[in-house]
């Protein structure tokens, strides 16, 4: 009951009804991330008359939230690269990290130490910090800038 009630009143989570029936209709399922998302493209790899080729498009896991779509699926919904990352023979490098979403504005977010979001409490000053004031020739200089101006 409560996945109708998404389905009908919501479009943020994983697919309206109208979404639902397209894909049945038209879509052909075409693979799924780590994450659990639906890639999908026309039946037959049809070129759509409208966008002169085939149309992609993706049914999130969850909350549609563009930031979970991983950079090999993004090039393939994109039409950057032609060939589905689940048609593909990669092996990511050591160096590459596994894709995370954008947690920004979430619980999760990164909150550096000392910032007023952060959990603990921000770090005492160490008095090394010296304020700047300035000398008594450059307070003459800019004096006598101010003075050219309000003539």
Do not use: C
């Not at 998302?37 to 790899?45: A, D, L, P, S, W």
């Not at 954008?102 to 990164?110: M, R």
């Amino acid at each position: 009951m409560k996945t109708f009630i998404l389905k009908l009143f919501t479009w943020w989570n994983s697919q309206t009804f109208g979404t639902q029936f397209w894909t049945w209709l038209y879509g052909e399922f075409v693979g799924e991330d780590e994450s659990g998302n639906r890639y999908y493209r026309t039946k037959g790899g049809k070129i759509d008359p409208t966008l002169h080729m085939e149309r992609r498009w993706v049914i999130y896991r969850g909350y549609a939230e563009a930031t979970q779509v991983p950079p090999s699926w993004h090039g393939w919904l994109h039409h950057t690269v032609d060939v589905p990352p689940v048609d593909e023979n990669y092996k990511p490098r050591a160096w590459q990290k596994p894709h995370r979403a954008n947690l920004t504005g979430t619980p999760n977010a990164y909150r550096p130490s000392g910032s007023m979001l952060a959990s603990n409490r921000r770090p005492r000053a160490t008095g090394d910090y010296k304020a700047w004031a300035p000398s008594a020739d450059e307070r003459k200089t800019s004096e006598t800038a101010t003075d050219f101006h309000t003539r």
